[in-house]
Antibody, heavy 120, light 109 residues
Framework: QLQLQESGPGLVKPSETLSLPCSVS??????????WVWIRQPPGKGLEWIGS???????HYSPSLRNRITISGDMSKNQFSLKLSSVTAADMAIYYC????????????WGQGTLVTVSS | QAVVTQEPSLTVSPGGTVTLTCGSS?????????PYWFQQKPGQVPRTLIF???NKYSWTPTRISGSLLGGKAALTLSGAQPEDEAVYYC?????????FGGGTTLTVL
């Protein structure tokens, strides 16, 4: 059973770059079986798809965030990360990492989420 | 970017049946959008209920089903239970994009 855990700073200053790693246990991320996914949810609001990357190189970034985000993997640590640049108060949210299988099984594993606050 | 629309809120009586829908600004929702449905209760991580329009997971209650209905993806709860009270989100796949709906708050009352 795959398990995911986000980590990173709970507080980021405006205009800085947010960096969030997602550690994966119970399996390896260097596989073509799933996408590495980031989703966020502002407090009291709905879910927003940030982006997803497939090990094969396929990238899907939200058009509204495309210019500010990078999703990448670190195979040596078995983790993938989100970088979001030039953050503002609008980026304050719970950030979830997830794995979305691409093999027809529909499996979708979620991390527990981490709250990121943007404040000076 | 496409906009995915859901009813903001619905109410169902215990034991009743309710259908939540998920529409797309680009036109009819089809199986090619691979509709997913998620359930989120307060303070919890979303839980996946349905994938690829109508496929269930082992943990998906039998009273919950997914379909395409009138050009939209639909989630039907038959015999609603108090524990079904939650926010339900649909997710649609577009060629190079994935978009969540705004969510439907379901009240069982």
């Amino acid at each position: 059973q795959l398990q995911l855990q986000e980590s990173g700073p709970g507080l980021v200053k405006p205009s800085e770059t947010l960096s969030l790693p997602c550690s994966v246990s119970g399996g390896f991320i260097n596989t073509n079986r799933f996408f590495w996914v980031w989703i966020r949810q502002p407090p009291g609001k709905g879910l927003e798809w940030i982006g997803s990357v497939h090990y094969s190189g396929t990238i899907h970034y939200s058009p509204s965030l495309r210019n500010r985000i990078t999703i990448s993997g670190d195979m040596s640590k078995n983790q993938f990360s989100l970088k979001l640049s030039s953050v503002t108060a609008a980026d304050m949210a719970i950030y979830y990492c997830a794995l979305n299988y691409d093999d027809g099984s529909g499996r979708f594993y979620w991390g527990q989420g981490t709250l990121v606050t943007v404040s000076s | 970017q496409a906009v995915v629309t859901q009813e903001p809120s619905l109410t169902v009586s215990p034991g009743g049946t309710v259908t939540l829908t998920c529409g797309s600004s680009t036109g009819a929702v089809t199986s090619g959008h691979y509709p997913y449905w998620f359930q989120q209760k307060p303070g919890q991580v979303p839980r996946t209920l349905i994938f690829d329009t109508s496929n269930k997971y082992s943990w998906t209650p039998t009273r919950i089903s997914g379909s395409l209905l009138g050009g939209k993806a639909a989630l039907t709860l038959s015999g609603a239970q108090p524990e079904d009270e939650a926010v339900y989100y649909c997710l649609l796949y577009y060629n190079a994009d994935r978009v969540f709906g705004g969510g439907t708050t379901l009240t069982v009352l």
